[in-house]
């Protein structure tokens, strides 16, 4: 808009009318019809005194076409507006041309209303929440300093991590302390923080440390499984800070930085002996922290987090429960090993390998990504097994109505001997499901061949071996050997502190010293 009362001032200061159009950067021939409808309606600079610029306009310019009134937007309004999620400034500008319509007004077109936003945003210096929204974001990091521990035993000092978590629009935090930094702890660490602030943002930005994140490239991200399946638990989108970029997660690393000084560097004279101690004295530091009134500007972090709080997701109905992943190969007994205990996969998967996911209750195990069997977890003795009969064999199944003591109580009616080599065989496998096929075939004989005939064929393959097997009961049965009356050789029982035939008696060196 052009400055008619400055064009009257330079004017009678006696200046050109060139130097007037050349010093308020307008047309000469501007200056020249405002001076001469000044001249025509007798105005002067000391006349204009006391108009507004807008009554001047009208003065000077009586025929020309008056330019449209726009309604300014509410610009503090817009900045707080779009601090909320999903808001964006091609939403306001459509509101306000709305609100401008019903209002009979004249609204700025999207470019305009963007430009003067901008500017507002200058002017103001308030760029610290336009990306930064509440319930958007938590930032995760180990604070680069550690706290002490006191072991009461031997009076060492044991080192205890620190766990930082930040919201950025806010500066809320959580600080709580570990023995360790490994995935137990960093997943515990991450479900504390979401138990203590109330709910879960969308977003959560760690640092790229190995118990969460495996490869930050790029082309992708690989997510550490567990952190991955914790992040599924919750809702959130796990999106790591850039290598080497700490304005990534600058709160954060602000917030390390602060609360290195306000909470550790205060509990610094004080000594405690256990963990929960030491948490103790950082829950109340933490609390000041957060209470604490901002230097620059009104209210606490507190104060803004009741704002926040609104905004994150709600907390689901059960907490995170940390889950170990292995790989494992499915053995010939169709049985996969965690934990030193034995859980059986069906049969069609031997020899391949598998997702093992592990709980404090549960196994289950996947294929391809696609679960394909779940057992509750065994605790206690190592080598137990869990065995689900719809996973066996064809072969395997038919022997599931059988059992150890129902072979046990058949073998003990034929006889000691047979008693005995069965107690062999169900005792042979891992699984014991695998030897019932053989038990079934060893006492099937006495249909064949008699009871009697039986226990006396057990009884001569044990005086063979002390491990025998179903061939060579067979093989005695078949050629008749129980039928033959035993020698004195055959009636002694084999010496039991020796397992090798070839090994000399006292006889033989008794002989050799007589020769002497």
Known sequence: MTNFREILRLSSLGINKSQIAKNLECSR????????????????????????????????????????????????????????????????????????????????????????????????????????????????????????????????IIEASIFVAALPYSGYGYVEAFLSQNQECWIGAHVNAYRYFGGVTRILIPDNLKTGIIANKREETIVNKAYQEMAEHYGTAVIPARIKKARDKSTVEDTVGIISTWILAALRNEKFFSLAELNKGIREKLELFNHKDFQKKDGSRYTLFQDEKQFLIPLPKNHFELATWSIATVQFNYHIACDKQNYSVPFEYIGRKVDVRATRNTVEVFFDGNRICSHIRLHGRAS?????????????????????????????????????????????????????????????????????????????????????????????????????????????????????????????????????
């Open 29 to 156: 021939q501007t200056v020249v019809s405002a001076l001469q409808m000044a001249q025509e309606i007798g105005l002067t600079f000391n006349g204009a005194a006391g108009m507004s610029d807008h009554e001047l306009f009208n003065k000077l310019t009586p025929g020309e076409k008056k330019k449209p009134a726009y309604k300014m937007p509410d610009y503090e309004y817009v900045h707080k507006e779009m601090a909320k999620s999903g808001v964006t400034l091609s939403l306001l500008w459509v509101e306000y041309c709305e609100a401008c319509r019903e209002s009979g007004e004249i609204p700025y077109q999207s470019t305009q209303f963007n430009k003067y936003y901008g500017d507002y945003v200058k002017k103001t210096n308030a760029t610290k929440h336009i990306h930064r929204k509440p319930g958007e974001l938590m930032e995760v990091d180990w604070a680069g300093q550690t706290a002490g521990i006191i072991d009461t035993d031997t009076g060492e």
């Open 384 to 516: 137990q097994y869990s065995t689900i009969e719809s996973h066996m064999p064809p072969n395997h199944q038919k022997n599931a109505e059988w059992n150890g003591d129902r072979f046990r109580k058949w073998a003990e009616k034929i006889g000691a001997s047979t008693l005995t080599i069965i107690e062999l065989f169900l005792s042979s496998y891992k699984v014991e499901q695998q030897s019932y096929k053989s038990c079934r075939a060893l006492l099937g004989l006495a249909e064949k061949y008699s009871r009697e005939r039986l226990e006396k064929a057990c009884e001569k393959a044990l005086s063979y071996t002390y491990r025998p097997s179903l061939k060579s009961v067979q093989a005695i049965l078949k050629s008749n050997q129980d039928l033959i009356i035993k020698s004195d050789a055959e009636t002694t029982p084999p010496d039991n502190n020796s397992r090798h035939g070839f090994i000399r008696g006292a006889d033989y060196y008794k002989r050799r010293d007589d020769q002497c």
